[in-house]
């Protein structure tokens, strides 16, 4: 579209166009940016696109706007980037749930007094259905609240209330973790 026409694109149009995007992304273009642009234009044939509502464009400087986009693929599953403003985007935030997730698979596998079979997945179903998305999709407005969630079905585990009688903690603050971690 746009080589076809040059005198409607110039240079310069493009590179506001360019900056503005890079605005709206929350940071600028990246090298495995090119990548996942042309293999989302390679499949553009693959690509349905329904319910005009959305914030997705394809192959347009103007944009094709969608509310769903069902992709064919020969792979199970699609990996979505979290975008700006969730837990799944900031790298801190991230381990520190990651952290906490594997401290209550941890602790909840780990008792043999269970009458069902522990499953290690349960916890991120129970996160999404709480908090109506997967735990790297929720807001960062309500990252404390997931933090709680998570800590305090830590701290209902056996091995939590165990230690909890001998003084010593389950888990580390938010604070205490990051520092750990520098």
């Known amino acids: 579209m746009v080589d076809s026409d040059p005198n409607a694109y110039p ?18 273009e990246q ?4 990548f996942c642009a042309r293999k989302l234009l390679n499949d553009l044939k693959m690509i349905e696109v329904h319910h005009n509502l959305g914030n997705v464009a394809i192959d347009s400087p ?70 109506k998305a997967p735990w790297k999709l929720v807001a960062m407005e309500n990252f404390g609240a997931l933090c709680t969630y998570l800590q305090r079905r830590i701290a209902r585990t056996r091995i939590a209330k165990s230690n909890s009688a001998k003084g010593h903690r389950s888990f580390s603050s938010f604070e205490e973790y990051s520092s750990e971690q520098r």
């Open 11 to 28: 240079v310069e149009a493009l590179m506001k166009i360019k900056a503005t995007h890079e605005k709206m992304a929350g940071r600028i």
């Open 31 to 34: 090298a495995a940016d090119m």
């Open 62 to 131: 103007g944009a094709i706007l969608a509310q769903t986009v069902n992709l064919k693929t020969t792979k199970t599953t699609i990996k979505i980037n979290a975008p700006p403003g969730t837990i799944g985007a900031d790298q801190s935030a991230s381990r520190y749930v990651q952290h906490l997730i594997r401290r209550y698979n941890e602790f909840a596998g780990a008792d043999k007094t269970r009458g069902t079979k522990f499953s290690y997945g349960a916890i991120s179903k129970n996160i999404e259905t709480n908090f």
